[in-house]
């Protein structure tokens, strides 16, 4: 399995309050996602990073920000948690092509954590 | 821009018999195309991935797929089914992008009826 973890796995928090999700990968991939997940609509990407300090928003990164301060480290940040982002949420990491042509690993693959379920009371 | 149309959100199949999970993707250039699995209260499984070596691929668990290029299709199956392959399937495509993030279908929910 890549190595990929999520922290925390469960959380639970009140509506206003800042909350962060951390992403951390022992594979020293360039690229890394936040997907969240919902009944119906499979994953939605929220936002990326192609590298420390570089991140780019995704389709759904309407009240989410996110960091990459380090390769291992990619942090969705929810700075006033809403009834609407309970959801769970997926990171996954990606190969760059030049990775890819050494693994022979499959192109744009990306490998994904275990998630984090998040309730927003 | 590409996009993933899952034609069935829920199959019932029995133990035994075949399994058919369609899928129907839109892309303007070729594909790379992958099936997950996520078991119940679980995590994404990669079951099989085409990147255009082979039109039929072989995954895990005895499922495979086929790419059809001129029917943008690309269904999964299973000759056989078994009870632990009751779960959520999703159907996946790549961007032709730099970012290259995937776009998921909205999910087949499989039923194994004993």
């Known amino acids: 399995d890549a190595g990929i973890t999520q922290s925390p796995r469960h959380k639970v928090t009140e509506t206003g309050t800042p909350v962060t999700l951390r992403c951390h990968q022992t594979e020293n991939h360039r690229y890394m996602y936040w997907y969240r997940q919902d009944p119906g609509h499979g994953l939605r990407l929220i936002h990326y990073s192609y590298g420390v300090k570089d991140t780019d928003k995704g389709e759904v990164s309407d009240g989410y920000s996110v960091s990459r301060s380090k390769t291992e480290d990619f942090l969705l940040t929810l700075e006033s948690a809403t009834s609407s982002q309970t959801s769970v949420y997926f990171c996954a990491i990606r190969e760059t092509e030049v990775e890819v042509g050494r693994s022979g690993g499959a192109p744009h693959e990306q490998f994904f954590g275990p998630g984090t379920r998040l309730t927003v009371l | 821009a590409q996009s993933v149309t899952q034609l069935d959100s829920h199959v019932s199949v029995s133990e035994g018999t075949p399994v058919l999970l369609r899928c129907n993707y839109s892309?303007?250039?070729?594909?790379?195309l992958f099936w997950y699995v996520q078991h119940p209260n679980k995590g994404l499984q990669l079951l099989l991935k085409?990147?255009?070596?082979?039109?039929l691929v072989k995954g895990i668990n005895g499922f495979e797929a086929e790419f059809k290029k001129s029917e943008t299709s690309f269904h999964l199956t299973k000759p056989s089914a078994h009870m632990s392959d009751a779960a959520e399937y999703f159907c996946v495509v790549s961007e032709d992008t730099g970012r290259r993030a995937l776009t998921f279908g909205s999910g087949t929910r499989l039923q194994v009826q004993p």
């Open positions: 892309s303007s250039y070729s594909p790379s």
């Open positions: 085409y990147t255009s070596a082979a039109t």
